[in-house]
């Protein structure tokens, strides 16, 4: 009785011409046979999620391929994570455009995991409309990151979204289609304002933290004007520059810091915030009523918002 061969080793032996070419290549970087058909193997429950369409299924075994070639299919991988897992709950977006969808996410994923934010990324990608167009699929998920916490990206998913379909970008943005252009405009000259937001006095982003608790930092940081975003961190023997907007915060570290000077130390208790605590220094960002507050038993820092004068 003839064997029937089905899913994963079905579709390759179906489009041998096609992965052949995969597979010696892999084969050049080391890989054996056991190897690839245990990868393959793997990958059955993602190409069953998309349905087994041969269009959808094969850039996920070209991927799978590629990163087993180059030591990274194994359980702690979060390339393998995010074909074996992302990609199913992104669909509708790889069933549009595989051949663009796969290669993008996965790049795009890596510096989202490392800021801890795949979660949330992946969510917001898997709620917003498939973009119309396949050269959309890169800005989409550029901005996505920024909107989950990516602040480093900032400018230039400003831009991307400047220059996506209104519908696409609404959809990222989570604001009406008609107020697209205006919710940029505004945001990109007042990094803290965006619909819906208190915009009154107060904390309204926080930066670092404890390593203990999730956060960077072992000691309690100190903050210098100066650097390229004029707010500095001063921690655990290093200097980095903070970036932060409505979005999200992250520290760049500098390889040539600038000297810094202590700020001053403002009243605590003329700041609108809910603790009780020494502050040893607050720095004025683009906007004079926008501080970066630090205080003496705090890994964090606050972005603080004052009443303007």
Not at 8 to 16: M, S, T
Not at 70 to 94: E, Y
Not at 174 to 185: C, K, Q, R, S
């Amino acid at each position: 009785m003839a064997v029937v061969v089905t899913g994963v080793p079905a579709l390759v032996r179906a489009h041998a011409a096609t992965v052949d070419p995969w597979l010696r290549e892999a084969a050049g970087w080391g890989v054996d046979a056991a190897a690839a058909r245990a990868a393959l193997t793997d990958l059955e429950p993602a190409v069953a999620a998309l349905d087994g369409d041969p269009e959808v299924a094969l850039p996920l075994v070209r991927a799978t391929l590629d990163l087993l070639a180059r030591g990274r299919w194994h359980a702690a991988s979060v390339p393998r994570g995010v074909v074996l897992t992302v990609l199913p709950r992104l669909a509708t977006w790889v069933r549009a455009w595989p051949a663009d969808v796969v290669p993008a996410v996965l790049a795009a994923s890596r510096g989202v995991a490392r800021a801890g934010l795949l979660d949330a990324w992946v969510d917001r990608v898997a709620r917003a409309d498939v973009p119309a167009a396949p050269t959309d699929v890169r800005p989409a998920l550029l901005v996505a990151a920024w909107r989950s916490g990516l602040v480093r990206y900032r400018d230039a998913a400003l831009d991307a979204a400047a220059a996506l379909p209104a519908a696409t970008a609404a959809a990222l943005l989570e604001v009406p289609e008609a107020e697209v252009g205006v919710v940029l405009e505004r945001h990109r000259a007042d990094r803290w304002w965006w619909p819906g937001r208190d915009d009154g006095p107060g904390v309204v982003q926080r930066v670092g933290g404890f390593v203990g608790w999730g956060g960077p930092w072992v000691q309690v940081p100190r903050v210098a004007a100066g650097g390229p975003t004029g707010w500095l961190v001063v921690v655990d023997g290093t200097v980095g520059a903070v970036v932060a907007d409505v979005h999200g915060s992250a520290v760049v570290g500098l390889e040539d810091p600038p000297p810094t000077v202590a700020p001053p130390r403002p009243d605590a208790r003329r700041l609108p915030v809910p603790w009780l605590d020494e502050v040893t220094g607050a720095v004025p960002g683009e906007r004079p009523d926008v501080l970066l507050v630090a205080r003496t038993h705090s890994c964090t820092l606050d972005v603080v918002r004052v009443a303007a004068a």
